[in-house]
């Protein structure tokens, strides 16, 4: 039985050295183009049970706005050199400050500088995010109404990707199967927000929720069958992590997981009234 305290312990350990190695490389080869950065998502919130956060299925969530344009790469014919760098800069100043690490965290890094002007676009609230570099600016938050048409407009969406998922995925084994993991992960991880801000009062406040809380309310709900489902996605994805992402068995009873999150997810919120 793994010790899930210790692990929790040395996942966050690694995040927050995460962190600390992209402040370092962003300040020393970006900062002259950096108007403000921050971190947000799972791996900053309380972790009160395993599912909060799962070494290399959740990811590092970085924000960055620019000062001149919405690309880290200069877009010229140097641009495949310049990503290799930074991707080679981040894992060094990381294995430098963390050498007896459980994981080196996935990061997922956004330039938002289009974002943000996107009318469909939702802030955080400053209690949300860990600023990393730069001032941030007060947000101009959306009302709950809008929370909620775009979350259930989003959860909608989803659905062309549940038709496509079985094509993608039948001819698939082994190591293949982190294709499917890696793209249905961050549809996974906010839809059951997505849903749960439909009935909630604030639904702002349903994002800052980490996924134990999640998965309480949707068991206090009609929807104890969700919460089955999403907690599922992140056990196996962490028997997935422990057997070094071989267990191929451990890879579809995770996308499962997945698949049933969203499918349910999606047919739930189709059943609500529009706002």
Request: aromatic letters at 10%; one cysteine or more; proline letters at 6%.
């Amino acid at each position: 039985m793994p010790d899930w305290i210790d692990l929790q312990e040395r996942a966050r350990k690694d995040v927050e050295a995460g962190l600390k190695a992209w402040v370092t490389v962003l300040k020393e080869d970006l900062g002259s183009r950096i108007l403000y950065a921050y971190a947000k998502g799972s791996a900053l919130k309380k972790l009160e049970s395993p599912i909060d956060y799962v070494p290399i299925i959740s990811d590092l969530d970085i924000h960055i706005m620019l000062v001149d344009d919405d690309s880290l790469l200069s877009g010229s014919s140097e641009s495949f050199e310049e990503a290799i760098h930074f991707s080679k800069r981040y894992e060094d100043e990381y294995l430098l400050q963390n050498p007896k690490y459980l994981h080196v965290p996935r990061t997922q890094i956004m330039t938002i500088n289009r974002l943000t002007s996107q009318l469909e676009y939702v802030p955080p609230r400053p209690q949300d995010i860990l600023p990393l570099v730069g001032k941030i600016p007060k947000p101009t938050l959306k009302t709950d109404d809008e929370i909620r048409r775009i979350d259930k407009q989003n959860l909608m969406n989803y659905q062309e990707y549940i038709e496509a998922l079985p094509r993608r995925l039948f001819d698939r084994t082994g190591l293949d199967y982190w294709f499917i993991i890696r793209e249905i992960c961050w549809r996974v991880s906010p839809a059951p927000v997505r849903l749960l801000t439909q009935i909630t009062e604030d639904p702002l406040d349903v994002w800052s929720w980490n996924r134990t809380t999640i998965v309480k309310k949707l068991q206090s709900t009609e929807y104890a069958k969700i919460a089955t489902h999403y907690q599922n996605f992140y056990l196996h994805g962490w028997n997935l992590f422990l057997s070094a992402f071989t267990n191929s068995e451990e890879y579809r009873n995770c996308i499962s997981a997945g698949y049933y999150t969203l499918v349910n997810c999606r047919n739930q919120v189709q059943k609500l009234p529009s706002v």
